[in-house]
């Protein structure tokens, strides 16, 4: 038998039970747009998780003194030449930042709290949240700056505001402890993050002023794309012997196992609503033989093979397979794009900080991996789903189908 007949013996029985049919793929059609929707919105978790850990002062890759993670302090800092600068390729940086960050005490009229002090340049500060936040009064202006931007959240715990004087104290490299007072220049609102209770910013000489020596604890480099890391990480290395290179999965490793854990949430989803349908599959295509037995036994009788059977049912199954993914991905994306501009989380900010999710407003992200695992793994199960239909069909005898 031919292959043209074949089909269009497969494509009038895909049509031969209209309602059923119809009802497995409208099933599958709204699973499938289900899976591309969430998929969207899990990616855009991970991309906002992704950006809050490098944004975290981290960037992409940083240098730091050995051991400062366990001890962070001026203890643990290094010289900078002034005229440094990363020794990348231009296109895969974005940019560079060199800051001095110490835990520290700050001190108002009225109550105490640690804090990490934290001397920055603000002009190259973009690379980090200090330069996304609101701010309410002055920012600082460059890193001979004598003035303090603290945290809305940090100024309630203070009970201070803003333009008033605050007394910070933190230990020089010699065990010496150093104090110095500052104005409060602005209040910063990071958006929830929890940020705003542990950083206060100023300039970098001012701490270096105050702590009496002329070093960095921190250099962090955020690069254009994150495949650009190996090669920053190499060149780094080499320029900075005797000091540890860290990517933000090291130094953030919350944040980078909750990216890997939201690959595997993906996958698994996609196979558990898969697999519910791969079921409908099946049964749907047994009860398809079972209505065709006397019609299988006929074909059988004038010469029709089993690998035709087994065509034959195949093809059935993936017509009904490809028509409901097809419909299902492009209603998915239909579902997306009024939400791609973002999605107001505000009410739920405080729950979805667990899960490194700072910013209320949430923006999906649709990737064409997704869209081709969606699809591609569909066919793939749609196909597998035929073969014990299949197989109950090449198992019926031509004589005993005519007798029944």
Not at 59 to 85: A, E, T
Not at 177 to 186: C, D, K, S
Not at 226 to 252: C, I, K, S, Y
Request: aromatic share 6%; with cysteine; glycine share 10%.
């Amino acid at each position: 038998m031919s292959l043209k007949l074949l089909l269009q013996l497969s494509w009038r029985n895909v049509f031969r039970q209209r309602r059923r049919n119809g009802i497995l793929v409208s099933a599958i059609c709204l699973a499938v747009a289900g899976v591309v929707l969430l998929n969207t919105i899990m990616r855009g978790m991970q991309v906002e998780m992704i950006n809050g850990a490098i944004e975290n002062l981290t960037g992409h890759v940083k240098v730091l003194k050995p051991g400062y993670i366990d001890d962070p302090g001026v203890s643990k800092s290094f010289v900078l030449d002034p005229g440094w600068s990363p020794e990348l390729p231009p296109e895969i940086v974005e940019g560079w930042a060199s800051r001095i960050r110490v835990p520290a005490v700050v001190q108002s009229e009225r109550e105490t709290r640690g804090i990490q002090l934290v001397g920055v340049d603000p002009a190259r500060e973009g690379i980090s949240f200090f330069s996304n936040v609101a701010i309410e009064g002055e920012t600082l202006s460059d890193a001979d700056d004598r003035r303090i931007l603290i945290g809305k959240a940090l100024a309630e715990q203070l009970e201070t505001r803003l333009g008033k004087r605050l007394v910070i104290m933190t230990q020089g490299s010699d065990g010496k402890n150093r104090e110095a007072g500052y104005r409060i220049a602005g209040l910063y609102d990071a958006d929830g993050t929890g940020l705003e209770k542990i950083y206060v910013f100023t300039g970098a000489q001012s701490v270096q002023n105050m702590l009496e020596s002329n070093v960095v604890t921190e250099v962090s480099i955020r690069l254009t794309a994150q495949e650009h890391q190996p090669t920053a990480l190499e060149r780094l290395m080499a320029n900075f012997t005797g000091l540890d290179v860290l990517t933000w999965q090291e130094l953030e490793p919350q944040a980078a196992a909750f990216y890997v854990l939201g690959d595997t949430a993906i996958f698994i989803w996609f196979l558990i609503i898969m697999g519910a349908l791969v079921f409908g599959l099946v049964n749907t295509l047994i009860t398809a033989v079972l209505e065709r037995t006397r019609e299988l036994g006929m074909l059988r009788a004038v010469g029709m093979r089993p690998r035709a059977v087994v065509t034959q049912v195949v093809f059935e199954s993936s017509v009904i397979m490809i028509v409901g993914v097809l419909v299902g991905v492009l209603l998915g994306i239909a579902l997306y794009l009024p939400l791609a501009d973002g999605i107001d989380l505000s009410a739920f900010a405080a729950g979805m900080e667990g899960f490194g999710v700072g910013s209320a407003l949430l923006v999906p992200v649709l990737e064409s991996r997704d869209i081709g695992m969606v699809v591609g793994m569909s066919l793939v199960l749609g196909i597998l789903a035929s073969f014990y239909p299949a197989r109950r069909a090449v198992r019926i005898k031509p004589l005993e189908a005519l007798r029944g």
